[in-house]
């Protein structure tokens, strides 16, 4: 079999055992350049990256630095002294990806050079996976498919096939541990780079005893990214419900015919200020206001005529209910509404 010359395989490796020599003599058949970061790893350690350095190159961490920081020294190592590759291939070292995967997702690469190839697991019907990653994995697609317009079924794989051309941007990507693999896909999004998802096989060795993945302290770090998507609506609405029940008390005594419509526009006015210079910082937002401006106006304008109108409306149809109650519930409803048409419209971002 001739050997693979256009991509380098990039192994972090942390406190490994003998899986990662197995997988080593499997992937030196196939692959011609292979780089391991030993990060940190202990010192009974050391005779397996002895024998790794027959058919590798290793890089060492005097200390566990985490993942994150091992693939950027890779990424790194591979600018300065890989200058002719077309890619790199990240896998991890205690065997849950096979040689066999590694090809196909590289071969798919090589056809596909100027997109990113991820190695997805079927975390929908492959019942091998044990419920907590299952559930995990689930979770986060879906919260990154409805907060951040990300497709991707396998959001935490280590397979992955990066090209050459992206490798300086991922030397920007932050976290040094498990989020920064997180960190990158919302890079790769910014960055507009697309992906193509190649179905790997699922192996979880001892109930996957070999992953150093801690799942309260490292799922704080990856889901965190989540909230300031957060911060902004949340803010908003914190002003809009304040100030609607301010002025709304104040109001029904003037005006008892309107103070709910009032109130509601006063308030709208207020939190929509409030959150257009918000959601520009939350999406990013590169553009003159005089581009999203108007366009977060429609909505804005559209989203408080629908608040005022149906809480109006359902005020005078459930006299029982608090009016304040039903505005909590409708302007939820609005909120996962509105975010949606910010994010697809009034502050997407154009292509380069």
């Known amino acids: 079999m001739e050997k693979n010359h256009s991509v380098v395989v990039l192994i972090p490796a942390y406190c ?75 896998i991890d070292a205690d065997g849950q990806h096979t040689p066999e995967d590694v090809r196909r997702c590289c071969e798919a690469f090589l056809k596909e050079p100027q997109k990113v190839i991820m190695g997805c697991r079927d975390f929908e019907g492959d019942t091998k996976i044990p419920p907590r990653s299952r559930f995990g994995n689930r979770l986060t697609s879906r919260l990154m498919k409805f907060f951040c317009d990300i497709s991707l079924s396998d959001t935490q794989t280590g397979l992955r096939v990066m090209p050459f051309s992206i490798l300086s941007e991922m030397l920007k990507v932050e976290g040094d541990r498990y989020e920064y693999e997180m960190n990158s896909i919302f890079r790769l999004k910014e960055l507009n780079v697309t992906w193509t998802e190649v179905p790997i096989e699922v192996i979880y060795i001892d109930d996957n005893a070999s992953s150093h993945f801690n799942p309260i302290k490292d799922s ?30 104040h109001l029904e005594t003037i005006m008892p015919a309107y103070h709910i419509v009032a109130a509601t526009v006063i308030a709208r006015i207020c939190s929509g200020i409030f959150n257009y210079y918000m959601n520009r910082w939350v999406f990013k937002s590169k553009a003159k206001a005089a581009d999203s401006g108007p366009r977060y106006f429609i909505v804005w304008l559209i989203q408080m005529a629908c608040s005022a109108g149906i809480v109006e409306g359902l005020a005078h149809l459930l006299p029982m209910i608090h009016e304040g109650i039903i505005k909590i519930i409708i302007d939820s409803v609005l909120f996962f509404l509105s975010y949606k048409i910010q994010q697809k419209w009034v502050f997407i971002k154009k292509k380069e």
């Open 16 to 90: 490994p055992d003998e899986k990662m020599i197995t997988l080593l003599d499997q992937i030196a058949e196939q692959f011609e350049y292979i780089l391991i970061v030993n990060d940190g790893s202990k010192e009974e350690c050391a005779p397996l990256f002895e024998q790794a350095k027959k058919k590798a190159t290793v890089l060492e961490h005097e200390v566990n630095r985490g993942k994150g920081c091992a693939l950027r020294t890779g990424f790194a190592y591979v600018l300065e002294n890989f200058t002719d590759a077309a890619g790199v291939v990240t």
């Open 220 to 249: 704080i770090k990856i889901y965190k990214v989540f909230f300031k998507f957060c911060i902004s609506s949340l803010g908003s609405c914190l002003l809009d419900m304040l100030l609607f029940l301010l002025v709304s008390s």
